[in-house]
């Protein structure tokens, strides 16, 4: 079955940076448009980021964008999320999944904090 375990997050101070990271497995994850989520308390949950299957193309909302990357390692079958000048509005537990075709399993995510 598919799983996702996501990992990287942490308490951080505005400006600060954290990478998260994600391993996929159950699926053929190479194929897919993959992307990072994010749901903060009261919120639903929102996409952040989207990388198509080989990379090419990068999708953000506009709240992050500047400040977050989107990469992938296929061979790993891991997806990355490079957080840089965080906010105290980013904070969420992050998840990530397929983009486009939402495995119903999503993982425990990784809760991210940012507060001085």
């Known amino acids: 079955q598919v799983q996702l375990v996501e990992s990287g997050g942490g308490l951080v101070q505005p400006g600060g940076s954290l990478r998260l990271s994600c391993v996929g497995s159950?699926?053929?994850?190479?194929?897919?448009?993959m992307g990072w989520f994010r749901q903060a308390p009261g919120k639903e949950r929102e996409l952040v980021a989207s990388i198509t299957s080989i990379g090419g193309s990068l999708d953000y909302v506009d709240s992050v964008k500047g400040r977050f990357t989107i990469s992938r390692d296929n061979a790993k079958n891991t997806l990355y999320l490079q957080m840089n000048s965080l906010k105290p509005e980013d904070t969420a537990v992050y998840y990530c999944n397929r983009r486009y075709s939402p495995a119903d399993s999503w993982g425990h995510g990784t809760q991210v904090t940012v507060s001085s």
């Open positions: 159950g699926f053929t994850f190479s194929i897919y448009t």
